[in-house]
């Protein structure tokens, strides 16, 4: 056991990873403290809770970081299925970017041994082309979140060798799980309705995802795990999938059955483009895949 009992304090802990990590450290008898906007309640039996209120450079956060020895950053301002911000770069970047290292400063100077931060695998870019992405890649982000999690990881660099502080960086892709969120929820739902899919004919495709349980298992290695400081890791559940095995996969663990149509790929990405869903149109068409060798072979991790 490491100094400060172990003790990890998960923020985003409401959130859909946040919460799996918190559930997973308690299962295991870690001390676990959650970082919440406002605690709804309903927490494993030991877990303490932590009210900061918002995500920003202004969050205070001594109170929970008081006696800690691991943070796990999960908090994040995510995609917007329907942006409304004027600004949305201006406004992740509050939220990813100047928060994670307001905590990370605050973190060093109550001198927390570790840092995780989850980014996403959006720092890469959006698509591959027939060469998955390795952590050692050129980052390209290709959205606004993106690049505020890729301005947080450049800023959270500049802090650990500021400071006695290890950083460990990981980027998921989508997230997959019951009650999944975002674009995957989106689909769950129009299973769920019985709706008709136009995708029958998207079978071409290779998207990585990640489970919750899996990316939160890579997160508790990562607490202690002496290689892990400093680095960069990928992680996938090692299996793509096209777009519609992953419809197929999903219906039949909701007991439905998916009714796909057999339209036309491209006529479905021009459809897309053409209302302004271009992030939909690359996950739904587009290959996204990860070679997470660097994960494996230094963590002796297994997707």
């Not at 029958?200 to 298992?217: E, F």
């Given at each position: 056991m490491t100094h400060r009992d172990g003790r990890v304090l998960v923020t985003g802990a409401t959130g859909y990873l946040g919460g799996e990590v918190v559930r997973l450290l308690a299962q295991q008898g870690r001390p676990v403290r959650a970082a919440v906007r406002q605690d709804p309640g309903g927490w494993p039996a030991g877990v303490e809770v932590a009210p900061v209120g918002d995500l920003g450079p202004e969050t205070d956060w001594s109170k929970a970081l008081d006696q800690v020895d691991v943070v796990v950053h999960c908090a994040a301002r995510a995609h917007v299925l329907r942006e409304t911000a004027q600004d949305?770069?201006?406004?992740?970047?509050?939220?990813?970017?100047?928060?994670?290292?307001?905590?990370?400063?605050?973190?060093?100077?109550?001198?927390?041994?570790?840092?995780?931060?989850?980014?996403?695998?959006?720092?890469?870019?959006?698509?591959?082309?027939?060469?998955?992405?390795?952590?050692?890649?050129?980052?390209?982000?290709h959205s606004p979140y993106?690049?505020?999690?890729?301005?947080?990881?450049?800023?959270?660099a500049e802090i650990a060798r500021a400071h006695d502080l290890e950083v460990v960086i990981i980027r998921p892709p989508l997230i997959t799980g019951p009650d999944a969120k975002g674009n995957l929820g989106t689909l769950a739902r129009w299973i769920?309705?019985?709706?008709?899919?136009?995708?029958?004919?998207?079978?071409?495709?290779?998207?990585?995802?990640?489970?919750?349980?899996?990316?939160?298992?890579?997160?508790?290695i990562c607490l202690d795990h002496q290689a892990a400081a400093g680095q960069?890791?990928?992680?996938?559940?090692?299996?793509?999938?096209?777009?519609?095995?992953?419809l197929l996969d999903m219906a039949a663990a909701m007991g439905r059955k998916a009714r796909?149509?057999?339209?036309?790929?491209?006529?479905?990405?021009?459809?897309?483009?053409l209302v302004g869903r271009k992030t939909m149109r690359s996950q739904l068409l587009g290959d996204l895949e990860i070679d997470v060798t660097h994960t494996r072979d230094t963590l002796g991790w297994r997707p």
């Open positions: 949305p770069l201006a406004t992740f970047r509050r939220a990813n970017t100047e928060g994670a290292l307001t905590l990370a400063r605050q973190a060093a100077a109550a001198g927390i041994r570790r840092l995780i931060f989850i980014s996403t695998i959006g720092v890469n870019g959006g698509e591959t082309h027939g060469v998955p992405f390795t952590a050692a890649d050129r980052p390209q982000p993106a690049v505020s999690k890729h301005e947080a990881e450049l800023g959270l769920e309705r019985g709706l008709p899919l136009p995708f029958g004919l998207v079978t071409g495709n290779r998207r990585d995802l990640v489970s919750r349980d899996r990316l939160a298992a890579l997160i508790s960069t890791f990928l992680v996938s559940d090692g299996a793509p999938v096209s777009t519609r095995q992953l796909l149509l057999p339209a036309p790929p491209a006529l479905l990405g021009l459809a897309l483009s």
